[in-house]
């Protein structure tokens, strides 16, 4: 299975296929005042990592959007009701977490049908958001979001937060340094498609994250 430390890269596609990277991007541009950001994790619900993530969000009374992959929310659909439950928006990841460029269209929609339910079954809603992983559409994949009317976001910032030699420090400095209001910002609370434990330094490195946005007067807000 291809891995996040093993295939890093950041979308190079975002810009020439017009794919927004920020709220204000966004076909109905979200209004974020006072000033904020949308922060984002990819890649659960994780029995650790979503927890503890959520504990450092409640600490600090910041909001943020999860893109789930299906099978994870099919193993621990109560994770993601609290995810809900306490004010956070759930998008979608897919189903499994694999390149797309790499699947034929059968197989595409497929994914998305069964990430869709698995969401769906869990806290009884619909996904708005997607973000393919890796970040990387096929012409395929985009279509299908399209046609399922689930709108594309990316990140214009990231921690990258998956790689196995790095510090909570070094994840924070590259999540909020040039961050801008409305950008949206990249982490993940789980660990099942990178470094083994990188959550932990996600959720160490979230609470400088979110101090640094508080002294620079930046809010938090949901994409959806």
């Known amino acids: 299975m291809l891995r996040y430390l093993l295939a890093p890269v950041h979308p190079p596609s ?30 659960g619900p994780h029995p650790e990592g979503t ?3 959520l504990e450092v969000l409640a600490r600090h009374g910041a909001v943020a959007t999860f893109f789930v992959v299906g099978e994870q929310v099919n193993r621990r659909p109560e994770l993601l009701q609290r ?3 306490e004010g956070h928006a759930v998008a979608l990841h897919g189903y499994h977490h694999r390149l797309h460029p790499r699947r034929g269209r059968a ?5 998305f049908r069964r990430g869709a339910a698995a969401i769906q079954d869990a806290i009884g809603a619909s996904p708005r958001y997607h973000r393919p992983p890796f970040g990387i559409y096929s012409p395929a994949s985009l279509q299908i979001a399209r046609d399922r009317g689930l709108q594309p976001l990316l990140w214009a910032s990231w921690g990258k937060d998956w790689r196995r030699f790095t510090t909570p420090e070094r994840i924070a400095a590259r999540a909020v340094g040039g961050v801008q209001a409305a950008d949206v910002i990249l982490l993940h609370d789980a660990d099942f498609y990178s470094a083994k434990r990188s959550h932990e330094r996600t959720a160490k490195a979230l609470e400088l994250v979110l101090a640094r946005l508080e002294s620079a007067g930046l ?4 994409c959806g």
Request: aromatic share 4%.
């Open 83 to 85: 995810v809900k439950v």
């Open 219 to 222: 809010g938090t807000f949901l």
């Open 14 to 43: 975002a810009r020439s296929l017009g794919l927004p990277r920020t709220l204000g991007e966004l076909p109905s541009p979200a209004t974020v005042e006072p000033p904020g950001v949308a922060i984002t994790f990819d890649d």
């Open 51 to 53: 927890p503890a993530i």
């Open 107 to 111: 197989e595409l929609e497929e994914d």
